[in-house]
């Protein structure tokens, strides 16, 4: 990315300290948590050797968007969380981790269990870049005389538009989904199965389509159109009611910036400045709403002292109705709620304690019964039921009845569930480059659009670090996912037949 900075001194300068401010806090963080691990610490050092690492794995030139996404996805997951826990908090990790009695020898056994998922998922990482496959150093730009952007621009970001606060406002008024929340009536599956997609990604996936298409026939990239991009995950994530926005937004600001690499077409400093700018400022207003949504109305939020009070006053006076009024929110509330979120909400090492804690348990047979959980809104889940977590969502679940969250083990705590080190490094490795190719379709079916391929890559990414409830419904998200790239593939020979013939 530096190539963004070298045009100008200044930029470049800033950039080069930018570096050395990460560099500098990676130290930092890094010997607080040195001091504060209570086990081995060569366990620790290696274990932030191999975390820090992905970083650059992350970055490096011939990485895929699944590897980039899932990368940082599990260094904040993983060491960032334990580091900043064990460092700067009590020490007790407020996520939940069952039975984890803080000893020695399970600080250990977390650490290594967790090195061999890092290390299995770089590895595959490196293996496919060696021996299967990369993206082209550069990409040839589609001649295209003609396409459906003939019927104009404004109009079709206008019908983009619409559609973003159609969805979003049906969702949000009928919560047909939402996270954390039961639907309050049933559904046809297909129109429930629609919005679901349209919101976690189908949405977006019009849009990187739009963009792509829109650069084709304009050769340029409108700052309008990432805008709009940005504004529908902004939606989106309203509507459900997730604090999850960034990810498909940054997904499709960071395959425009390589789709323009690989094309000669560079955008300037200032277009992903604003960019960034406009996610960020959109991320803090949807965070903060959801946030009071959320705390008002059915979630505990940060700390179940609110849930409890108002579960005791229930009790005490049955009629008792729940008044806003009974939690209210200040800006700096709201500022420690995301603090909060920031460094407790990562999925990754707290499920891997939970895990190690009742390793009497594991082995094949286990893994395989966790693929036979069925949904059952009224009861834990397969993984809180057997680790001990069940109680974590009680006091939201006796205050609201369409209350269902869940707690997940994540897919390295999911795959320690064999309760072998070399399992657990072959289910890593293999479902990387299952999800390499993925993208490799996303990119190939789509004529070469990386800012599609991008979103993909994220979702994949997003899904395996939360991965752990409903196993055996992984056909679902990932079926979605292969049917999306096969409409956009039928999509492009329609449009390449009826629209960009050379006149």
Not at 35 to 54: A, H, P, R, V, W
Not at 122 to 131: A, L, P, T
Not at 357 to 362: A, D, H, R, Y
Not at 440 to 469: C, D, E, P, T
Request: proline share 2%; with cysteine; net charge positive.
């Amino acid at each position: 990315m530096s190539h963004l900075f070298k045009a100008n001194k200044e930029l470049l300068f800033i950039y080069k300290l930018i570096k050395i401010f990460i560099i500098f806090l990676l130290i930092v963080l890094f010997y607080y948590g040195f001091q504060s691990y209570t086990g081995n610490k060569f366990l620790y050092l290696f274990f932030s050797i191999i975390s820090n690492y992905l970083i650059f794995f992350a970055f490096r030139k011939k990485a895929i968007f699944f590897e980039t996404f899932l990368s940082l996805l599990l260094w904040l997951g993983f060491w960032f969380k334990f580091t900043c826990t064990i460092s700067f908090t009590s020490g007790n990790f407020k996520e939940g981790v069952g039975l984890f009695d803080y000893s020695k020898l399970l600080f250990n056994e977390s650490l290594i269990v967790s090195t061999i998922g890092l290390v299995a998922f770089i590895f595959s990482g490196h293996f496919r870049e060696i021996f299967l496959f990369n993206y082209p150093n550069k990409l040839e730009r589609i001649n295209l005389k003609n396409n459906f952007f003939l019927f104009g621009q404004k109009k079709i970001w206008l019908i983009f538009f619409i559609s973003i606060l159609v969805v979003g406002i049906l969702n949000f008024h009928f919560k047909i989904y939402q996270k954390g929340l039961l639907p309050i009536s049933e559904l046809n599956f297909l129109i429930s199965g629609s919005f679901k997609w349209l919101l976690l990604f189908g949405l977006s996936s019009i849009s990187a389509l739009l963009i792509f298409y829109e650069f084709n026939f304009f050769r340029k990239f409108f700052l309008t159109s990432s805008f709009l991009a940005i504004f529908e995950t902004f939606i989106s994530s309203f509507s459900m009611l997730s604090r999850g926005m960034i990810f498909n937004s940054l997904a499709i600001i960071y395959g425009i910036y390589k789709f323009s690499n690989k094309i000669n077409k560079r955008n300037n400093f200032g277009y992903y400045l604003k960019s960034i700018f406009f996610i960020f400022i959109f991320f803090y207003i949807s965070v903060s709403s959801v946030n009071y949504i959320r705390s008002n109305y059915f979630y505990v939020g940060k700390s179940s002292e609110f849930s409890i009070e108002l579960l005791t006053k229930k009790k005490e006076t049955p009629n008792y109705e729940i008044d806003i009024k009974d939690k209210p929110i200040t800006f700096e509330k709201n500022n420690s709620e995301i603090f909060y979120l920031l460094i407790n909400r990562w999925v990754g090492i707290d499920g891997v304690m939970s895990v190690v804690s009742k390793k009497e348990l594991l082995n094949i047979q286990f893994l395989l019964s966790a693929f036979e959980e069925r949904a059952k809104p009224d009861a834990p889940t397969f993984y809180e039921l057997t680790f001990e977590l069940e109680s974590m969502n009680s006091s939201s679940a006796n205050l609201y009845e369409n209350v269902k969250g869940n707690t997940l083990p994540g897919i390295i705590a999911f795959s320690y569930y064999s309760g072998s080190y070399f399992v657990l490094f072959l289910i890593i490795f293999f479902i990387s480059i299952l999800a390499s190719y993925i993208e490799l379709a996303a990119f190939k079916f789509s004529s070469k659009n990386m800012i599609f391929s991008a979103l993909i890559g994220q979702v994949i990414a997003f899904r395996f670090i939360h991965f752990g409830y409903l196993p055996h419904q992984s056909y679902l998200l990932f079926g979605t996912i292969i049917l999306t790239i096969i409409i956009i593939f039928i999509l492009n020979i329609f449009l390449k037949k009826n629209f960009f013939q050379k006149k």
